[in-house]
């Protein structure tokens, strides 16, 4: 079920990026269907975790703010063009995402360790890209695409930061 809530989530934002040229209020609209599906998504892995470890749930909550306030900033206040990051950016996390495909079937010593720290770090740079587009838009009816991309950002980190901070109990 869970995959299917993703896979719905994904296909809001697909949806989004073209409702948002069309309608202001279907973007906005799909912007609202996404964040509740991978809520719902997410809600499972967030319930396990409040259950075995609630202190890394804290921890990895009050690690994330501190991550985006720090990146956010920096990426707001920064005046030099992250865009020419954030194309190594993308391409990097697509590499990111195959690494961990290949952590499903080959065993790696620290995989997940160094998973979540490649992730933070290339998180780190779309974060700063991000709240720099959240700058320097002019355009209102690109609100909601900026609205779910640093959204997945902070999901993204919270996640990571979370599996860092539950696995050093194991």
């Known amino acids: 079920m869970g995959r299917l809530l993703f896979i719905a989530a994904f296909g809001c934002l697909i949806a989004m990026n073209v409702a948002v040229h069309r309608s202001e209020g279907l973007a906005v609209t799909l912007l609202f269907g996404f964040g509740l ?7 499972p892995t967030l319930s396990y975790y409040a259950s075995a470890d609630p202190q890394a749930v804290w921890q990895a909550g009050a690690a994330t703010a501190l991550f985006i306030a720090g990146f956010g900033a920096a990426g707001y206040a920064t005046r ?7 194309r190594i950016l993308f391409w990097a996390l697509i590499g990111l995402i195959v690494f961990g495909i290949v952590t499903i079937f080959v065993q790696i010593p620290n995989g997940a360790l160094i998973y979540a720290v490649l992730g933070l770090v290339i998180f ?9 587009r959240l700058r320097r838009s002019q355009d209102l009816r ?15 980190v919270f996640l990571l930061l979370l599996s860092l901070f539950s696995g050093s109990r194991d």
């Open 37 to 43: 599906l991978i809520g719902v998504a997410t809600a």
């Open 80 to 86: 030099r063009d992250l865009s020419g990051l954030a």
């Open 124 to 132: 780190a740079g779309l974060t700063a890209f991000d709240f720099q």
């Open 142 to 156: 690109t609100a909601p695409l900026l609205a779910a991309s640093i959204f997945l950002d902070i999901l993204n």
